[in-house]
């Protein structure tokens, strides 16, 4: 890995990490107070919507990067920036993490089961459809 590559990984996991942050903050979380169970309506899981989207994303970008990669459409130091830069700094696994282990805190084992079902159900998808798709190219 050259130097060049090593410094976009850091620039793109910068402004990647810099846009999960305003997904996180303008999609709204079903709920963020999982004390207040009373907040949510009857069935409603505190699910962060912004970190479930930047997850997806990010799966979607590996996915992608992954494909192209195999198929020789990209450099390897492509591949890095994209899986590592882009898609490392958009996903976050630490917050899906607090996020449940918050709902678990609260004895609210459903929602945490839920919030981590639908991140990774929902991420190994795109992660999938978007390698199936980087054949297309």
Do not use: C
């Amino acid at each position: 890995m050259t130097p060049v590559v090593m410094i976009g990984i850091v620039l793109l996991g910068g402004v990647a990490a810099v846009a999960r942050f305003a997904l996180a903050t303008w999609l709204p979380a079903t709920s963020r107070s999982y004390a207040r169970r009373s907040s949510r309506k009857r069935g409603e899981l505190p699910i962060s919507w912004g970190i479930v989207v930047a997850n997806v994303i990010g799966s979607a970008v590996a996915g992608l990067a992954l494909g192209l990669y195999f198929g020789q459409s990209i450099s390897q130091g492509t591949f890095f920036l994209l899986s590592i830069g882009v898609a490392g700094g958009l996903s976050t696994f630490s917050t899906l993490i607090g996020d449940s282990h918050g709902m678990l805190r609260e004895k609210n084992s459903r929602a945490a089961l839920g919030n981590v079902l639908v991140n990774v159900v929902a991420g190994l998808g795109a992660a999938a459809l978007a390698f199936w798709v980087s054949f297309a190219f």
